[in-house]
């Protein structure tokens, strides 16, 4: 019996509606990247089925858990030879590789697969704290933050840090501002001001358009 009929099977007895279109974004992986990143791609789909049903807390370890094992952390110049570019979650499994953006998006697109509603995400660009070899400096940073209710202290998904933790205990991060797909804002706090829309952030817009024609949404 093929193994899509088998997931497929395996998604209706859970009782799941799953959204993507797997074999579509396997045949997308098999012709831009290494046959070798299938069994990822496959561990993938059995990370989002087993994270369907579970509560919120426990799917957002399941899918931190498995980018922060099967991605590399990597920059753009080594993998796409550009300074500064966003993978799609289809990209970063076939490359295996990705820079902290890759990691935040792939988290998102399937948190909200999995069913976390998109008004508890966002994408937060921040400036960490690392320790440089002449002591503490600034980077540029992303990760991805999980509102449990408007005003709650949102919990911080990372590739730095691999723990899930509340973002009043990441003293290393220092908030810039924050999106999603509808809108952005100045800050992190749910009283920040809140744009409609996210034109003004054109490395988004592209994202989000290669992400659709992909077959995400």
Known sequence: MPQQFVLALLLLWCGVVVAFNFEQLQQQLSARFSAARLPVFKEWQQTLVAAKNLKEPDKLKRIN???NKNVTFDDDQSIWEQSDYWATLVETIGQGRGDCEDFAIAKYYSLKEVGVPLAKLR??????????????????????????????????????VPDIRPASQRTDLHPVFSFNSEAIWTGVAENSAKKAGTGQLSRWQDLLQRARNEGFE
């Open 123 to 160: 994408l937060v660009y921040v400036k960490a704290k690392l320790e440089g070899t002449s002591g503490p400096i600034l980077q540029a940073h992303m990760v991805l933050a999980y509102y449990p209710a408007p005003n709650a202290d949102p919990l911080v998904l990372d590739n730095l």
């Open 65 to 67: 858990d498995y980018f």
